[in-house]
């Protein structure tokens, strides 16, 4: 006869933490919108000046924050990691295994990938403090990028999108209404004949009493066509929406990130509609000296930089997206905290001009903005800031696209922006 031995278990760290609640932490790490390789900054170790932001050494740093910040550390690696401890190498040690355990962790979750093969564990030689050299083990780790995978990207988007509905008020959705009867989808308007080509959505109740009126009570009941009866629903109409993100310095400075709210927004929005509304669709077009659509699975990726503001090119590349949806309703929701002051020439050369409002980039801008409004494109801006030049150029927008403007902050944008989009996806359509 067999036996099994078992043998006490001993807990790890690991098994002890929430890494959906670590997630969560790290989402600001995670859609960073600052320059590419620029400095980051640590409450205990100070600036890092990292030049891989992507790196497996700069995804444990933002992990350290994270187990900070929700207290899932023991008071011994706090206080090393404050630099207050005695220098307690075993303290250490189980620092740094705890963060490739975690790196591991999110791996295995399916919530990162890695490029470049896996990171080394550092063990002892891993100075947590950042007080120390940097040794064989972290220059291995900073070799090793990470990727967001679309598990990822849709745990982002559901907590920003349950974060903004929670803000709101809101616990569910409603649909994109239009004055058409079809018979695909269940709702309460009142059942019609059937007719050669309907979905057989059959109103069983009605069928049933067109029968017994018919030959009365007898069983069994011998259905004719003109008995069937199919329930009605309102024609849910599809609507395709261009995201236009400001990547323009202004962006990040004066204190204040206002990328990284609109990046989170857009994971809300992608979200929402690939889980509420698949008839829809979502792009999103970055404009800075140049506008560009990405994927919406880079979309974590993309950084402002030492740009100027080139919304003409942004709303042409919006309107040739737009244009290839054939969808009954399209529109583009701009998110920008400053005036136009860049355009791109014909011959590919982009001129630019910061002062004030320049004559020529406005005269190509508006031209963009009649040529949405004739292909039925409806622009609703979200301004980040109350410069004049810009509240004089979104007004003309407003006019010209017959949109909406909105001033908002980074508090409110996510509010604001989903709002009028569910404000919108409920109104008729004539």
């Not at 760290?13 to 989402?27: G, H, T, V, Y």
Request: net charge negative; hydrophobic share 40%; charged share 25%.
């Amino acid at each position: 006869m067999r036996f099994t031995t078992y043998s006490k278990y001993k807990g790890r760290w690991l098994d002890a933490l929430n890494l959906e609640s670590l997630m969560e932490l790290l989402s600001d790490f995670l859609l960073d919108g600052g320059f590419a390789g620029g400095p980051n900054f640590h409450p205990y170790w100070g600036w890092s000046g990292l030049d891989e932001p992507n790196s497996t050494d700069s995804l444990k740093e933002a992990l350290l924050r994270a187990l900070l910040e929700s207290g899932q550390l023991t008071p011994e690696m706090i206080a090393e990691l404050r630099g207050e401890g005695e220098g307690d190498e075993e303290v250490r040690r189980e620092i740094a295994e705890l963060l490739d355990q975690l790196v591991q962790k999110m791996v295995e979750e399916g919530y990162i990938s890695l490029e470049g093969g896996e990171p080394s564990l550092p063990g002892q030689t891993y100075d947590v403090t950042g007080q120390g050299k940097v040794d064989e083990a972290k220059e291995a780790a900073q070799k090793v990028e990470f990727n967001l995978t679309q598990k990822g990207m849709d745990f982002l988007g559901y907590r920003a999108l349950r974060g903004l509905l929670g803000a709101m008020g809101k616990a569910d959705f409603g649909v994109h209404d239009t004055p058409q009867l079809a018979t695909g989808v269940e709702a309460e308007a009142a059942s019609k004949p059937y007719e050669f080509g309907d979905t057989l959505n059959l109103d069983i109740a009605a069928t049933l009493k067109n029968a017994i009126e018919r030959q009365g009570l007898k069983v069994p009941l011998d259905l004719d066509y003109g008995d069937l009866m199919v329930h009605q629903a309102e024609y849910r109409s599809s609507c395709a929406t261009v995201l236009m993100l400001d990547i323009s310095h202004s962006m990040i400075l004066y204190g204040e990130d206002r990328f990284t709210p609109a990046k989170r927004v857009a994971l809300a929005l992608s979200h929402l509609i690939r889980t509420q509304f698949p008839g829809d669709s979502l792009r999103v077009v970055t404009f800075g000296d140049r506008a560009t659509e990405i994927p919406l699975s880079q979309l974590a990726k993309a950084q402002v930089g030492p740009y100027h503001t080139n919304t003409a090119e942004g709303l042409e590349i919006a309107r040739r997206i737009l244009g290839s949806q054939k969808k009954d309703m399209m529109q583009i929701i701009m998110i920008t905290d400053g005036k136009p002051s860049a355009i791109t020439l014909p011959d590919g050369r982009v001129y630019t001009n910061s002062g004030g409002l320049d004559a020529h980039i406005l005269k190509r801008t508006f031209h963009e903005v009649a040529a949405c409004r004739k292909a039925g494109i409806l622009i609703n801006t979200f301004m980040l800031a109350r410069d004049p030049h810009l509240v004089q150029f979104v007004q003309k927008v407003t006019e010209i696209a017959r949109g909406k403007a909105y001033f908002t902050s980074t508090l409110t944008l996510g509010q604001y922006i989903m709002m009028d989009f569910m404000k919108r996806k409920r109104r008729r359509v004539g």
